[in-house]
């Protein structure tokens, strides 16, 4: 089975008053790859999580309000890997998810460590470039090498 997760799509880092030196994705296009990416994962399985991080401070942005919502499946996390959270563990095991695709910000951190975390729990991870951001990106010409020998699928 497989799922989608929606990993740090908030206001703080993709809204309109981010810090976008800080945080310089094209904000609007990465939105309307990942909605259109949602609506065709809904439809194969309904298997849609959002990840908001919440660092290390009890405050939690809100996901961006362009944000397409086809499920009520959030989750929160501390650490940069969102399978840091054991009761996403729990579900994704329980629903005998083994395929997953990333999607969101950042390549070079979130999305690039629960890529790797991942694979060292034993999923089949995907990233499609077109539905990250990347802040920087000369960093994710090393990620990227990174996340290929671990057996990361990566498409264009």
């Not at 362009?66 to 996390?77: F, Q």
């Not at 010409?141 to 996340?147: I, Q």
Request: glycine fraction near 4%; charge should be neutral.
């Amino acid at each position: 089975m497989k799922a989608l997760i929606v990993i740090d799509m908030q206001e703080e880092y993709v809204g309109q008053k981010r810090n976008k030196k800080r945080y310089p994705y094209d904000s609007e296009q990465l939105i309307k790859n990942i909605n259109s990416r949602i609506a065709t994962y809904e439809q194969r399985t309904n298997a849609v999580i959002y990840i908001k991080n919440k660092g290390k401070s009890d405050r939690v942005s809100d996901l961006v309000a362009e944000m397409l919502l086809v499920s009520d499946l959030v989750y929160e996390k501390s650490k940069a890997s969102c399978f840091s959270d054991q009761s996403l563990l729990i579900y994704l095991m329980d629903k005998s998810i083994n395929e997953i695709e990333l999607v969101g910000v950042d390549g070079n951190s979130c999305i690039g460590f629960s890529a790797l975390d991942g694979i060292k729990h034993s999923f089949s991870i995907l990233v499609s470039l077109s539905c990250i951001g990347i802040a920087n990106a000369e960093r994710f010409t090393a990620t990227r090498e990174k996340l290929l020998k671990t057996n990361v699928t990566i498409i264009d």
